[in-house]
């Protein structure tokens, strides 16, 4: 059974940071492309950051400089590294197999920025 499961969400204040991560399950992690994408209160999902299997990475610019995307394919992780948090930062974050926002999701992890 195919499954995400998201963890290190939390409480941050701006300009602070935090470390996603999300560990896939039941297909061959290195093989895919991975993503991440979130959704903000009462907005539609957005988009992030892609990564391949071998390394190479893309972005989204309302992230670019701030967020950094990264994978352990021995270990079938997922990584998320934000930076210089701000308010309008605060979503679910899910991470999504694939390269856009069709991608299947786990359960998500909840970021919130609030002083």
């Known amino acids: 059974e195919l499954q995400l499961v998201e963890s290190g969400g939390g409480l941050v204040q701006p300009g602070g940071s935090l470390r996603l991560s999300c560990v896939a399950s039941g297909f061959t992690f290195s093989n895919y492309v991975m993503s991440w994408v979130r959704q903000a209160p009462g907005k539609g999902l957005e988009w992030l950051s892609k990564?391949?299997?071998?390394?190479?990475?893309y972005y989204a610019d309302s992230v670019k400089g701030r967020f950094t995307i990264s994978r352990d394919n021995a270990k079938s992780t997922l990584y998320l590294q934000l930076n210089s948090l701000q308010i309008e930062d605060t979503a679910m974050y899910y991470c999504?197999?694939?390269?856009?926002?069709?991608?299947?999701r786990g359960q998500g992890t909840q970021v919130t920025v609030s002083s």
């Open positions: 999504a197999k694939g390269s856009d926002i069709r991608g299947m």
């Open positions: 990564i391949f299997g071998d390394g190479s990475t």
